[in-house]
């Protein structure tokens, strides 16, 4: 007998809409229907995939921050220690630079362990100053994201597969960038899609043809009890 497999899904670039922003409506049906644990694991700050998961109608497995924040369903965890990040940000403000999210920050306003800059910022001094602080600051394509280099999604999966009680290998991933690698290394199928960056083209099992959310509808087809 088969049955669906535990889903692993970033946000930004894979349940978007095929231009490029804002969550494709097609995704929230077969979510909400899919008979297995539905795993949002995402560079966003907390608040942003529990409200997904919330709107769609699913239990709420969420890897935030690139792993520094872990909610199993029923424990937050918090991998990574903010201090650093926000002093990385004070610096960088204070060299005349800017987040660059406007006065209210709403993009950092609950973000828990790590900073984000808008990627419209300039980047070599944001690096100069992360790595003077033992950061690194990565590139998703949506944003820079200035952290530990510790945390990371694969691993906040694994406490939640554990947690939960289902098996990695088992899993299906769907991503686009750097901060997914970590989740397709820890999985037992991963996909890019096709709008997907280098980094984590080369980690997928499978580079799909299509683009953001049409891939990830397409793997959810193909993965599905019965096909
Ligand atoms: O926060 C980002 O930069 C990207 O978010 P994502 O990990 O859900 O794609
Ligand atoms: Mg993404």
């Known amino acids: 007998m088969t049955a669906d497999p535990p889903l692993v899904l970033d946000i930004d670039g894979?349940?978007?809409?095929?231009?490029?922003?804002?969550?494709d409506p097609r995704v929230f049906d077969p979510l909400r229907e899919w008979d297995a644990p539905v795993?949002?694991?995402t560079g966003k700050?907390?608040?942003?995939?529990?409200?997904?998961?919330?709107?769609?109608?699913?239990?709420?497995?969420?890897?935030?921050?690139?792993g520094g924040v872990v909610y199993t369903g029923d424990e937050v965890s918090f991998t990574a220690d903010?201090?650093?990040?926000?002093?990385?940000?004070?610096?960088?403000?204070a060299a005349g630079y800017d987040?660059?999210?406007?006065?209210?920050?709403?993009?950092?306003?609950w973000r828990e362990t790590e900073i984000?800059?808008?990627?419209?910022?300039?980047?070599?001094?944001?690096?100069?100053?992360?790595?003077?602080?033992?950061?690194?600051?990565?590139?998703?394509?949506?944003?820079?994201?200035?952290?530990d280099?510790?945390?990371?999604?694969?691993?906040?999966?694994?406490?939640?597969?554990?947690h939960v009680g289902f098996d990695l290998a088992d899993c299906v991933a769907v991503g686009d960038s750097v901060n997914d690698v970590?989740?397709?290394?820890?999985?037992?199928?991963?996909?890019?899609?096709?709008?997907?960056?280098?980094l984590a083209k080369a980690a997928a099992a499978e580079v799909l043809d299509e683009v953001h959310a049409d891939g990830t509808l397409a793997v959810l087809e193909r993965v599905r009890d019965g096909n």
Do not use: M
């Open 14 to 23: 894979t349940l978007t809409r095929p231009e490029g922003w804002g969550i």
């Open 39 to 41: 795993v949002i694991a």
């Open 45 to 66: 700050a907390f608040p942003y995939p529990v409200a997904l998961c919330h709107f769609i109608g699913i239990p709420e497995l969420v890897v935030a921050e690139n």
């Open 82 to 93: 903010r201090e650093a990040a926000r002093a990385v940000a004070e610096e960088y403000r």
């Open 99 to 109: 987040l660059g999210w406007g006065a209210e920050d709403t993009v950092n306003r």
């Open 116 to 147: 984000a800059v808008n990627i419209e910022q300039p980047i070599d001094p944001l690096r100069e100053i992360a790595a003077k602080h033992g950061l690194e600051v990565i590139d998703t394509g949506y944003a820079y994201h200035v952290k």
């Open 149 to 162: 280099t510790d945390p990371n999604k694969g691993e906040g999966l694994e406490r939640i597969a554990e």
């Open 182 to 198: 970590s989740t397709f290394e820890a999985v037992g199928r991963s996909f890019a899609v096709s709008n997907a960056d280098e």
